[in-house]
DNA sequence: ATTAATTTGTCTATTTTTGACAAACGTATT
DNA sequence: AATACGTTTGTCAAAAATAGACAAATTAAT
């Protein structure tokens, strides 16, 4: 899974920028910009509201699919991954009523 | 969260043993094991099996715990950690039915 | 106060991640 | 086929994160 490279490559294209005009804006080479699209590599927090405002998105939305990438990459693969999630997810609601 | 280290702090400690007891069976320090009990620092995958066997848990729920903290060390604090989770989720279940 | 158990802090070694750069690849155009 | 252009891949050094040994401090018990 990689919904935040996808989104960002697929916006790009929607545009027709290419990597070179985008990866100008986030300050980093076209080779880095192809892996962040391709979920080889991750951007970095800040870029993301850069990306957000870039291609209209909403910051928050865009953020919480970094997120859920790397929530995916710390767990695939893992048989007992989907029980980890729920036991964390019920942990995090119960924190947040306290 | 620390359900991992709570569970084996509990364990040990139902079973009247020292942190030098069990950080023996480890291979590691006191400091170190107290570092785990307590969420400062994660056990080695290889650990678990030990320990599942030692206190008579489940390997595979022991692990989850395992994983689950540190799915929830990766989003606590973040305002949109429910929601990545559940985009993971949704994901990780997509892909094991494919 | 002494001893035992645990916790905390510090410091080095190891591992992991980052990102720049160059080279390779694919595709279209001439 | 040769050139040009966009993208991808590989390599490598620097930087950052983590591990874990050890010592010292803290807490608890006798």
């Given at each position: 899974m990689n919904k935040f490279g996808d989104l960002i490559r697929s916006k790009r294209e929607e545009q027709e920028m290419l990597l070179r005009h985008l990866s100008a804006q986030l300050d980093m080479d076209t080779a880095m910009l192809s892996k962040i699209e391709r979920g080889e590599k991750t951007v970095k927090r800040e870029h993301i509201e850069t990306l957000a405002k870039l291609f209209k998105l909403d910051c928050n939305y865009l953020f919480s699919l970094w997120l859920a990438d790397q929530v995916f990459q710390l767990v695939?693969?893992?048989?007992q991954a989907l029980q980890a999630l729920k036991i964390a997810e019920k942990e995090l609601k119960i924190n947040n009523e306290t």
């Open positions: 695939e693969n893992e048989k």
